[in-house]
């Protein structure tokens, strides 16, 4: 008799886009005629760059001659892609990194998923909440996060980020092990300055707390005073594993793409105490459990640090980044109090007349065919907010815009 592991019934059924996939149907067969404009799930939307489709349908070539051919890649990725992140992601903004430090993956979801797997069951966890689901679920799958009462983990601190706070979270109120800080962030759209960054890591390298820094959205900061790295700040080698992603930099999220920094001077311990360093233990997870992105996949990636590829992921941003700024102007337009937006992709909007997130979902569905993201669905601090992503087509972008002026205004 197999027995399973019961953690997972601890986890609740539903997905949030589930949930939202759901209620969406419900009102497409309710109104087959009306155009739903799609602001909610995180997926981009505009085609693949040019130089990275060269780049592949070159690397199809070289697996079609025997000169040429790759079969099983190196397990932590293929150098050509490992020192272009070195060079253009990091010692770009002058911070060292080795190439034995640096971990292709198939995206940043699923080393932040299975990060934990280097990490004992009991170690208590820290997130900013509203949160990315990903970090909190996954440690529900191996028992770590205690028992889910009330929309809250037992054994998870909850640091809420919201409007009174300025979205900037304090220190945690009792003892976390591993903390998971993602900027710019996903859901808020808010972003961390580097003396607030500082602090986390001061925080860490004192109480000697791992940190994880989804750095998924890097791609959209503008202003020159956020820090794109967390190695931007000094000791944060010592404490931090960075995770990245092509997906919203260049469009990858089908490709799949992205890598993790797991530094050499980071350590965890035994529970006698003696130090371990976490590089070798993701090296081992790695290369028994993943088999590597594909050689195309990595080619991919790599045409993105060359010149065409980077004014084309810059556009490709840009545009993006112009849809948020017209989310954000209609919003204001519409007496909306917003957030985010400024550095990242996403919108932060406060639900009007203290309304419930899912109340606001659904009169934004019902009454301008509109798809946002109930806040709640990130965390309890998420409740009375609804995220808006700046993915969607220029021109779905505009015609929500304009429906939620005609029904604001
Ligand atoms: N991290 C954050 C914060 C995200 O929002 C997402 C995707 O929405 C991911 C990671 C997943 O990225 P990937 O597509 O690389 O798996």
């Known amino acids: 008799m197999a027995l399973i592991n019961e953690h997972f019934l601890k986890l609740p059924n539903n997905y949030l886009f589930s949930d939202i996939a759901k209620k969406v149907n419900s009102f497409k067969v309710i109104h087959p005629k009306k155009k739903v404009i799609s602001l909610g799930i995180g997926d981009v939307t505009q085609p693949l760059p040019e130089a990275v489709r060269t780049a592949m349908y070159k690397a199809v070539d070289d697996l079609g001659k025997k000169e040429t051919f790759h079969g099983y890649g190196p397990d932590q990725g293929y150098p050509f892609l490992i020192d272009a992140i070195i060079k253009h992601d990091y010692a770009a903004r002058g911070i060292v990194i080795e190439p034995s430090e640096v971990f292709v993956s198939d995206g940043a979801k699923s080393d932040t998923g299975n990060i934990g797997d280097i ?101 959209y900061i503008q202003d020159p005073d956020i820090p794109h790295s967390i190695y931007e700040v000094k000791g ?24 993790t920094v797991v530094p050499k001077e980071l350590n965890g311990f035994t529970l006698e105490g003696e130090r371990v360093p976490l590089n070798r233990l993701w090296s081992r997870r790695q290369s028994t459990k993943f088999n590597g992105a594909s050689y195309i996949t990595q080619r991919g990636a790599e045409a993105i640090y060359s010149p065409e590829g980077k004014e084309q992921v810059k556009a490709l941003t840009d545009y993006y980044m112009t849809n948020v700024q017209l989310i954000r102007e209609g919003l204001a337009a519409c007496g909306i109090e ?44 998420g409740e009375g907010y609804l995220r808006l992503t700046a993915f969607g087509d220029r021109d779905d972008t505009l015609e929500a815009v304009a429906r939620l002026k005609r029904w604001l205004i």
């Open 119 to 219: 990490l004992r069951h009991d170690n208590s966890i820290g997130v900013t909440d509203p949160v990315y689901p990903v970090y909190i679920d996954s440690n529900a799958m191996v028992g770590r996060t205690g028992i889910l009462d009330s929309g809250k983990w037992s054994n998870v601190v909850y640091i809420p980020c919201t409007a009174e706070n300025n979205f900037i979270p304090d220190l945690p109120s009792r003892r976390v092990d591993i903390l998971y800080l993602c900027y710019p962030n996903n859901p808020t759209g808010t972003t961390l300055t580097k003396n607030e960054l500082k602090k986390w890591v001061n925080y860490a390298l004192a109480n000697d707390v791992i940190i994880m820094y989804d750095a998924a959205y890097e791609a």
């Open 236 to 259: 944060a080698k010592k404490v931090a594993i960075e995770f990245r992603s092509f997906s919203k930099t260049a469009g990858f999220t089908g490709v799949r793409c992205g890598y």
């Open 338 to 381: 917003a957030y985010g937006g400024e550095n990242a992709p996403y919108i932060w909007l406060k639900t009007p007349d203290g309304m419930s997130s899912w109340k606001f979902f659904e009169k934004l569905l019902y009454e301008t065919h509109i798809v946002g993201t109930p806040g709640v669905g990130f965390g309890p601090s």
